[in-house]
């Protein structure tokens, strides 16, 4: 009877972070609501309060155009960009709370905060005849604080009737709140890079659907989700994005099951209509760089550690196996994630 929260809470942390990636692939494509998918095992039980801790790291150290891996030294040979990303960390700390008004509904919560941190190449062009670009290295100053908050409200559906809980239909719908800070500048007094903003400065409708199976021992997944993006006060739209997940289950004993989730993502290019954030000799800042779609698969392990103690620990990683993106962007190798949930 504990089992559906973590399907519930973990699978709309798609819509939040999406991936995000939340699986997060397209150059950070984060900040606009990464979608992932992980997967837990729950049923929504009256009166409950549930409460996780969930810690991820993004790696993002391959550069693509299209579907071709580019090396950095090809993309500075061209000379189109003086600002080139090099690698970049991505690290979210997200406190998530729950609770179940009845079997048939659940509101949920969810704060994030973020560090986001950026390696680069800077090109100067040389002064006299014949003189090629000087590149140097530079680190930029960590990016934190408080990210965007999302709350949801959840519909549980038993085709089968209540009394029978092998088939949950789950319906979502909910907002993402502008509360983290999309306005952060360099020391030149520039909005920094868009997509390493804490935040993104609007509000975004979110919307899910899901459908579970519970085949003791396997458990089957599949769910879609919707991130309709608004423009932020700035000028500056994150494109919409769009996530199909299929996961699976199995327990090899009560205290330890193996999980398993492949996703599709897909995200639209971003917008920046009064230019605030657009630098056409920055790699990062050309929203022509942003958007495409990408296939993620996401191996992991759930434990419940002692039997006394209504907790379960989540451990996942997630890694591309394909991907498409618009112009040359940023791309994650890999992304680790972890969380423990507590049910009360």
């Known amino acids: 009877m504990r089992r559906t929260w973590g399907i519930m809470v973990i699978s709309l942390l798609v819509l939040i972070f999406p991936v995000s990636g939340y699986a997060a692939g397209l150059c950070c494509q984060v900040s606009s609501g990464s979608q992932e998918s992980l997967l837990d095992t729950a049923l929504p039980e009256a009166g409950r309060y549930s409460l996780q801790f969930s810690y991820s790291f993004t790696m993002m150290d391959d550069l693509k155009e299209g579907r071709s891996r580019r090396s950095l030294q090809e993309v500075m040979n061209e000379g189109k960009y003086m600002k080139l990303p090099v690698d970049m960390h991505m690290i979210k700390y997200t406190v998530t709370g729950s609770y179940d008004i009845n079997n048939n509904a659940t509101v949920l919560v969810s704060i994030p905060y973020i560090r986001n941190t950026m390696d680069m190449k800077m090109g100067m062009a040389g002064m006299g005849m014949g003189m090629g670009v000087t590149w140097r ?10 990210g965007d908050v999302t709350v949801m409200g959840l519909y549980h559906f038993y085709p089968r009737g209540g009394s029978v809980r092998s088939d949950i239909l789950t319906f979502g719908i909910g907002v993402k709140t502008p509360t983290g800070s999309a306005t952060e500048k360099s020391s030149s007094g520039k909005f920094i890079h868009a997509h390493m ?27 879609l989700t919707y991130q309709l993006t608004t423009r932020n006060r700035d000028g500056y739209e994150f494109g919409d994005s769009f ?38 000799t920055s790699l990062m800042d050309d929203p022509e760089n942003t958007g495409g779609e990408s296939i993620w698969i996401s191996p992991g392990i759930k434990v419940r550690p002692l039997k006394s103690i209504p907790a379960a620990i989540d451990l996942k990683a997630q890694f591309p196996v394909w991907e498409r993106v618009n112009g040359i962007q940023l791309v994650s190798s890999y992304r680790i994630l972890a969380g423990i949930t507590f049910n009360f």
């Open 243 to 280: 996530t199909a997940t299929v996961a699976g289950r199995y327990a090899l004993t009560s205290y330890f099951n193996l999980t398993a989730a492949l996703t599709y993502l897909h995200v639209n290019k971003a917008k920046d209509r009064d230019d605030k954030y657009t630098d056409l």
């Open 197 to 223: 903003q804490p935040g993104t400065g609007s509000w975004d409708p979110l919307f899910s659907a899901m459908y579970t199976k519970d085949l003791s021992p396997f458990l089957l997944q599949a769910d």
């Open 137 to 146: 290295d530079q680190e930029m100053t960590p990016v934190q604080g408080l």
